[in-house]
C-alpha cells in the first residue's frame, strides 16, 4: 500500500514539475521580481503594472531625477529599457545600438552596435522608432529596423545567433519588441505603407530557426486558420475566409502589418496581438471587407494556429490599424468573472472580450468625439458608420472632411496601463480630426502604397490634441479625463502605490492620482517623451524612469527634419502637430526618478 | 585653298544658324510648356495640376515637401525649373531614365509617376513661375 502510494506521489511530483519546465519560466520568475522590469509590457498580459508601493499617492510629490543618460542618438524614443539583475539594457531608433548599463556603478558593460543599411530609414514610415528588447535564458532579443532579428549574450553582448525576418528591400521594417512566450521569441513586419504582406513570425529562441508564420491575409495555409474551428464571435469562419473578401490578388498587397504589441496567457497558450490597416488607404480601390486586417487575433503559440479572431472595422477607409496592445485582466463584466481581454482600438473604441472564447462584451468611444460610427452591435461586431464621414462614400479625389478621429487614431500604439486595485485602465489618447481624400495609385514595390492626402486638427472648438483618460471597462465609461495640449504619445504606468505615470510631447513626465486623476507631479524632462514609462528597484529603492527624444508620428517634424513642410507632410501629422516645434527640440536620453 | 575656307565659313553659318534654331527652339518651348498648368488669378488650380501636386509626393522625400530641396538629397526643382528653363520635354527625359550617378532612380516604370508626367510637370512648373505661392495642397478652381 506504501509504495503503491509513493509511486503515484512521485508520478503526480513530476507531472507537476514538468508543467513548469516552459522555457520561458526564466522570464516569467525574472518578471516576477521586483527588483526587475524583465519584459517590455511589464508582464505577458501587457498590464504595465507594479506591485510596488514605495512611491504612493503621499509621496510622489516629492520624486526628483536621480540620474540620466543620453543615448547618443537622436529621433523618436519608444519603449523603455529593460532591468534584470541590476542591469539595465537600453535600446535606441536606428541604428538600434543596444547598452547594457551596471545600475551599481553606471557603467556601460557591453554594447551592442548593429550595422544596418541606412537606405531602411527611407522607407520607415512614421520615424526610426524601435520599441524594445525581450529577455529570456540569458539572452537579450532585438529586433532592428531592417527586420533582424538578433540574439544577444546578456552578460557580454556576443551574438548568440541572429536571423533575417523580412525584406528592406520591398519595405519590409521591423519597429515593434519582440516577445518571448514559451520556447519562442515572436517578431511582428512593419510597412502597411507599402503594400507588404502582414504577419507574425515564431522563432526558437535558443537556435532562431523559425517555427511557424501566422500570414494576416491570404488563403488559410498562410494564415493557419482553420476554417471548422477557428471562430469570429462564437461562428467558424469557413474557408478562406481571408481571400474571398479581396478582390482577385489585391491581398498580396494587402498590409495587415503587425507592429503593435502582444501579450499571451499561458493558461489558454494563446497569444493576442492586432493586425494593421489594408493596403491601399484608398478603399475604393480595394473593395470587400478586406480580412483579417483591423482584426484581434488569438493564436496558439506552439502552432501559430487562429483560435479565434475578431475584425473591428471592415473595409477600412480611414487607417485605423488594429495593432495597439490586447490588455489581459480578469475583470468583472456586466456581473461576471470574465477573463477578459481589453482593447484601445485606433477607431476610438474601446472593447472588452473574453479571451477564452473571442466572445464580444463590450465596445464603446473612449472619446466623445468619434463620429464615423455612431456604435458598434454587439452581436454581429459591425460598426454602425455614418455615410458623412465615409471616404468611400466621399469617392475619389474629393476630400471628405472632419473625419474623428483622425487616422492617428484615438490611441496609436502608445500603451494604456491597468490597474487591479482601482479595476481600472489609463489610457494616452488623441483628441484629432481630418480631412481625407483618397486617390487611386499602383503598387510598386519598395514604394509607398497609399493613395491619400490628408489635413489633420483638434475637434471643432476645442484646443487640446489629447486626453489621458481612466476607463471602465465594464461599463465602457471615461472616468475621468484630462486634458493635455498634444496627444499623450507615451505608455503609461500603474503602480501599487496608486499612482499612475505617463509623458508629455511637451516632454513633461507626469504624476497623477489612479483614482482621482489629480496631478501629482511633473518635471520637464529635455525632449518630448513617446517612451513608456517602467519601474524597478535597486538596493531597495525605487526608481521609475522613462526615455525623452520626441518622434514617431506626431513628432515626425523635428524628428525627420521637415517642421516646416506643408500641412499634408507626413500623412497631415506636420500640419497637425506644427506647434510642437514651440516646445521641444529632438532629443535621446532617459531620466530616473525616485525619492 | 580658298575652297576649304569658304567650306569652312559656310559650315560654320550653317552650325551657327542650326544653333541659333534649336535655342530659339528650347526657349519657345520652355515658354510654350506653360500651357501644361491651369491656375487662375487666385492662385486656385485645375484637376492635372491638382494632381500634379498630389503625384509629387512621390519625389518629396527627396526633393522635399515644398519641391526645395531635401533631406533625402535631392536638388531644388523651383531652382532649377527656373534657372536652367527646363521644359517638360527635359523634365520627363529626367524623371523617366533617372540621375543615377546621382542617386536619383529611373521612375519609367513606376505607374505613380509614369502616367503623370504632364501634370506633376505642371504643378512644379507653376510653382516655379511663381503662379502657385507655397507649397502644401493647393485650392481647385470650383466646378
Same mark, same amino acid.
Given at each position: 500500500?506504501?509504495?503503491?502510494?509513493?509511486?503515484?506521489?512521485?508520478?503526480?511530483?513530476?507531472?507537476?514539475?514538468?508543467?513548469?519546465?516552459?522555457?520561458?519560466?526564466?522570464?516569467?520568475?525574472?518578471?516576477?521580481?521586483?527588483?526587475?522590469?524583465?519584459?517590455?509590457?511589464?508582464?505577458?498580459?501587457?498590464?504595465?503594472?507594479?506591485?510596488?508601493?514605495?512611491?504612493?499617492?503621499?509621496?510622489?510629490?516629492?520624486?526628483?531625477?536621480?540620474?540620466?543618460?543620453?543615448?547618443?542618438?537622436?529621433?523618436?524614443?519608444?519603449?523603455?529599457?529593460?532591468?534584470?539583475?541590476?542591469?539595465?539594457?537600453?535600446?535606441?531608433?536606428?541604428?538600434?545600438?543596444?547598452?547594457?548599463?551596471?545600475?551599481?556603478?553606471?557603467?556601460?558593460?557591453?554594447?551592442?552596435?548593429?550595422?544596418?543599411?541606412?537606405?531602411?530609414?527611407?522607407?520607415?514610415?512614421?520615424?526610426?522608432?524601435?520599441?524594445?528588447?525581450?529577455?529570456?535564458?540569458?539572452?537579450? /532579443?532585438? $529586433?532592428?529596423? &531592417? !527586420?533582424? @532579428?538578433?540574439?544577444?549574450? =546578456?552578460? +557580454?553582448?556576443?551574438?548568440?545567433?541572429? *536571423?533575417?525576418?523580412?525584406?528592406?528591400?520591398?519595405?519590409?521594417?521591423?519597429?515593434?519588441?519582440?516577445?518571448?512566450?514559451?520556447?519562442?521569441?515572436?517578431?511582428?513586419?512593419?510597412?502597411?505603407?507599402?503594400?507588404?504582406?502582414?504577419?507574425?513570425?515564431?522563432?526558437?529562441?535558443?537556435?532562431?530557426?523559425?517555427?511557424?508564420?501566422?500570414?494576416?491575409?491570404?488563403?488559410?495555409?498562410?494564415?493557419?486558420?482553420?476554417?471548422?474551428?477557428?471562430?469570429?464571435?462564437?461562428?467558424?469562419?469557413?474557408?478562406?475566409?481571408?481571400?474571398?473578401?479581396?478582390?482577385?490578388?489585391?491581398?498580396?498587397?494587402?498590409?495587415?502589418?503587425?507592429?503593435?504589441? /502582444?501579450? $499571451?496567457?499561458? &493558461? !489558454?497558450? @494563446?497569444?493576442?496581438?492586432? =493586425?494593421? +490597416?489594408?493596403?491601399?488607404?484608398?478603399? *475604393?480601390?480595394?473593395?470587400?471587407?478586406?480580412?483579417?486586417?483591423?482584426?484581434?487575433?488569438?493564436?496558439?503559440?506552439?502552432?501559430?494556429?487562429?483560435?479565434?479572431?475578431?475584425?473591428?472595422?471592415?473595409?477600412?477607409?480611414?487607417?485605423?490599424?488594429?495593432?495597439?496592445?490586447?490588455?489581459?485582466?480578469?475583470?468583472?463584466?456586466?456581473?461576471?468573472?470574465?477573463?477578459?481581454?481589453?482593447?484601445?482600438?485606433?477607431?476610438?473604441?474601446?472593447?472588452?472580450?473574453?479571451?477564452?472564447?473571442?466572445?464580444?462584451?463590450?465596445?464603446?468611444?473612449?472619446?466623445?468625439?468619434?463620429?464615423?460610427?455612431?456604435?458598434?452591435?454587439?452581436?454581429?461586431?459591425?460598426?454602425?458608420?455614418?455615410?458623412?464621414?465615409?471616404?468611400?462614400?466621399?469617392?475619389?479625389?474629393?476630400?471628405?472632411?472632419?473625419?474623428?478621429?483622425?487616422?492617428?487614431?484615438?490611441?496609436?500604439?502608445?500603451?494604456?496601463?491597468?490597474?487591479?486595485?482601482?479595476?481600472?485602465?489609463?489610457?494616452?489618447?488623441?483628441?484629432?480630426?481630418?480631412?481625407?481624400?483618397?486617390?487611386?495609385?499602383?503598387?510598386?514595390?519598395?514604394?509607398?502604397?497609399?493613395?491619400?492626402?490628408?489635413?489633420?486638427?483638434?475637434?471643432?472648438?476645442?484646443?487640446?490634441?489629447?486626453?489621458?483618460?481612466?476607463?471602465?471597462?465594464?461599463?465602457?465609461?471615461?472616468?475621468?479625463?484630462?486634458?493635455?495640449?498634444?496627444?499623450?504619445?507615451?505608455?503609461?504606468?500603474?503602480?501599487?502605490?496608486?499612482?499612475?505615470?505617463?509623458?508629455?510631447?511637451?516632454?513633461?513626465?507626469?504624476?497623477?492620482?489612479?483614482?482621482?486623476?489629480?496631478?501629482?507631479?511633473?518635471?520637464?524632462?529635455?525632449?518630448?517623451?513617446?517612451?513608456?514609462?517602467?519601474?524597478?528597484?535597486?538596493?531597495?529603492?525605487?526608481?521609475?524612469?522613462?526615455?525623452?527624444?520626441?518622434?514617431?508620428?506626431?513628432?515626425?517634424?523635428?524628428?525627420?527634419?521637415?517642421?516646416?513642410?506643408?500641412?499634408?507632410?507626413?500623412?497631415?501629422?506636420?500640419?497637425?502637430?506644427?506647434?510642437?516645434?514651440?516646445?521641444?527640440?529632438?532629443?535621446?536620453?532617459?531620466?530616473?526618478?525616485?525619492? | 585653298?580658298?575652297?576649304?575656307?569658304?567650306?569652312?565659313?559656310?559650315?560654320?553659318?550653317?552650325?551657327?544658324?542650326?544653333?541659333?534654331?534649336?535655342?530659339?527652339?528650347?526657349?519657345?518651348?520652355?515658354?510654350?510648356?506653360?500651357?501644361?498648368?491651369?491656375?487662375?488669378?487666385?492662385?486656385?488650380?485645375?484637376?492635372?495640376?491638382?494632381?500634379?501636386?498630389?503625384?509629387?509626393?512621390?519625389?518629396?522625400?527627396?526633393?522635399?515637401?515644398?519641391?526645395?530641396?531635401?533631406?533625402?538629397?535631392?536638388?531644388?526643382?523651383?531652382?532649377?525649373?527656373?534657372?536652367?528653363?527646363?521644359?517638360?520635354?527635359?523634365?520627363?527625359?529626367?524623371?523617366?531614365?533617372?540621375?543615377?550617378?546621382?542617386?536619383?532612380?529611373?521612375?519609367?516604370?513606376?505607374?505613380?509617376?509614369?502616367?503623370?508626367?504632364?501634370?506633376?510637370?505642371?504643378?512644379?512648373?507653376?510653382?516655379?513661375?511663381?503662379?502657385?505661392?507655397?507649397?502644401?495642397?493647393?485650392?481647385?478652381?470650383?466646378?
Amino acid at each position: 500500500m506504501k509504495k503503491v502510494n509513493m509511486v503515484s506521489g512521485f508520478a503526480l511530483l513530476l507531472l507537476f514539475l514538468s508543467s513548469f519546465a516552459v522555457a520561458n519560466d526564466d522570464a516569467a520568475r525574472k518578471a516576477n521580481d521586483l527588483n526587475n522590469w524583465a519584459i517590455p509590457t511589464g508582464d505577458f498580459f501587457n498590464q504595465r503594472y507594479s506591485r510596488l508601493s514605495q512611491v504612493n499617492s503621499g509621496n510622489v510629490g516629492q520624486l526628483k531625477p536621480a540620474w540620466t543618460f543620453s543615448t547618443g542618438v537622436l529621433r523618436g524614443h519608444e519603449g523603455s529599457p529593460l532591468v534584470i539583475d541590476g542591469i539595465m539594457y537600453i535600446h535606441t531608433p536606428f541604428p538600434n545600438e543596444v547598452y547594457a548599463l551596471s545600475l551599481d556603478s553606471g557603467k556601460i558593460i557591453w554594447a551592442y552596435k548593429p550595422k544596418q543599411d541606412p537606405k531602411v530609414i527611407g522607407v520607415m514610415c512614421c520615424d526610426t522608432v524601435n520599441r524594445g528588447l525581450s529577455y529570456a535564458e540569458g539572452k537579450i /532579443f532585438l $529586433y532592428q529596423a &531592417d !527586420t533582424t @532579428l538578433v540574439a544577444l549574450n =546578456s552578460t +557580454n553582448g556576443k551574438v548568440v545567433w541572429k *536571423v533575417t525576418n523580412g525584406n528592406p528591400a520591398i519595405a519590409e521594417t521591423g519597429t515593434a519588441a519582440p516577445m518571448v512566450f514559451e520556447d519562442k521569441v515572436v517578431v511582428g513586419i512593419s510597412g502597411g505603407e507599402y503594400g507588404i504582406q502582414g504577419r507574425i513570425t515564431a522563432y526558437d529562441i535558443d537556435t532562431g530557426k523559425r517555427v511557424w508564420i501566422g500570414y494576416s491575409q491570404g488563403p488559410d495555409n498562410l494564415t493557419l486558420i482553420d476554417p471548422n474551428k477557428t471562430t469570429h464571435l462564437g461562428k467558424k469562419v469557413g474557408k478562406n475566409s481571408s481571400v474571398s473578401t479581396w478582390k482577385g490578388d489585391q491581398w498580396k498587397t494587402g498590409g495587415g502589418s503587425v507592429w503593435g504589441w /502582444f501579450s $499571451y496567457d499561458k &493558461d !489558454t497558450r @494563446l497569444m493576442y496581438y492586432g =493586425s494593421g +490597416n489594408p493596403g491601399t488607404w484608398n478603399p *475604393v480601390q480595394r473593395p470587400g471587407d478586406n480580412k483579417w486586417s483591423m482584426t484581434i487575433f488569438a493564436r496558439n503559440i506552439d502552432t501559430g494556429k487562429v483560435k479565434w479572431l475578431y475584425q473591428m472595422t471592415p473595409h477600412d477607409e480611414w487607417d485605423y490599424d488594429g495593432i495597439n496592445e490586447m490588455i489581459l485582466a480578469d475583470i468583472t463584466v456586466k456581473g461576471k468573472k470574465r477573463k477578459a481581454l481589453v482593447h484601445f482600438d485606433r477607431n476610438g473604441f474601446g472593447y472588452t472580450l473574453d479571451r477564452v472564447t473571442g466572445e464580444l462584451l463590450v465596445a464603446e468611444k473612449f472619446d466623445p468625439v468619434v463620429n464615423w460610427a455612431t456604435s458598434i452591435n454587439l452581436s454581429t461586431g459591425l460598426p454602425n458608420r455614418v455615410k458623412k464621414y465615409s471616404t468611400e462614400a466621399g469617392g475619389e479625389d474629393v476630400i471628405t472632411k472632419n473625419i474623428c478621429p483622425a487616422a492617428l487614431g484615438t490611441k496609436d500604439q502608445q500603451p494604456a496601463a491597468f490597474s487591479p486595485k482601482t479595476e481600472l485602465f489609463y489610457v494616452p489618447t488623441n483628441h484629432t480630426c481630418m480631412n481625407y481624400e483618397p486617390f487611386k495609385v499602383s503598387y510598386t514595390p519598395g514604394q509607398p502604397f497609399i493613395g491619400a492626402n490628408l489635413d489633420m486638427f483638434p475637434p471643432k472648438g476645442e484646443d487640446n490634441l489629447g486626453n489621458f483618460i481612466a476607463w471602465d471597462a465594464d461599463k465602457g465609461e471615461i472616468v475621468w479625463s484630462n486634458p493635455e495640449r498634444f496627444s499623450v504619445w507615451s505608455g503609461a504606468l500603474a503602480t501599487a502605490g496608486n499612482v499612475v505615470f505617463y509623458g508629455t510631447l511637451e516632454g513633461y513626465f507626469k504624476a497623477v492620482d489612479a483614482v482621482t486623476g489629480a496631478e501629482l507631479y511633473r518635471f520637464k524632462t529635455p525632449s518630448g517623451i513617446i517612451g513608456n514609462v517602467m519601474t524597478y528597484l535597486h538596493k531597495g529603492k525605487q526608481y521609475v524612469a522613462v526615455f525623452s527624444g520626441i518622434g514617431g508620428w506626431a513628432g515626425y517634424g523635428i524628428a525627420g527634419g521637415i517642421e516646416d513642410a506643408d500641412g499634408q507632410a507626413a500623412l497631415g501629422a506636420i500640419g497637425g502637430y506644427r506647434s510642437l516645434s514651440q516646445y521641444s527640440r529632438g532629443g535621446g536620453s532617459l531620466t530616473v526618478f525616485s525619492l | 585653298m580658298r575652297v576649304v575656307s569658304i567650306a569652312v565659313r559656310l559650315g560654320t553659318l550653317f552650325f551657327c544658324i542650326f544653333n541659333a534654331y534649336a535655342i530659339a527652339d528650347n526657349q519657345n518651348s520652355f515658354e510654350e510648356d506653360k500651357k501644361y498648368y491651369v491656375v487662375d488669378e487666385q492662385g486656385r488650380v485645375g484637376k492635372k495640376t491638382y494632381n500634379g501636386w498630389r503625384r509629387y509626393g512621390t519625389c518629396a522625400p527627396c526633393h522635399g515637401p515644398d519641391a526645395t530641396g531635401g533631406i533625402g538629397g535631392g536638388a531644388s526643382l523651383l531652382s532649377a525649373i527656373k534657372d536652367k528653363k527646363i521644359d517638360f520635354r527635359t523634365f520627363k527625359q529626367i524623371v523617366s531614365e533617372g540621375r543615377l550617378d546621382k542617386g536619383m532612380p529611373a521612375w519609367k516604370k513606376d505607374a505613380n509617376v509614369n502616367k503623370y508626367y504632364d501634370d506633376i510637370y505642371g504643378y512644379l512648373r507653376a510653382r516655379s513661375d511663381g503662379m502657385i505661392k507655397k507649397g502644401g495642397r493647393p485650392e481647385k478652381i470650383p466646378k
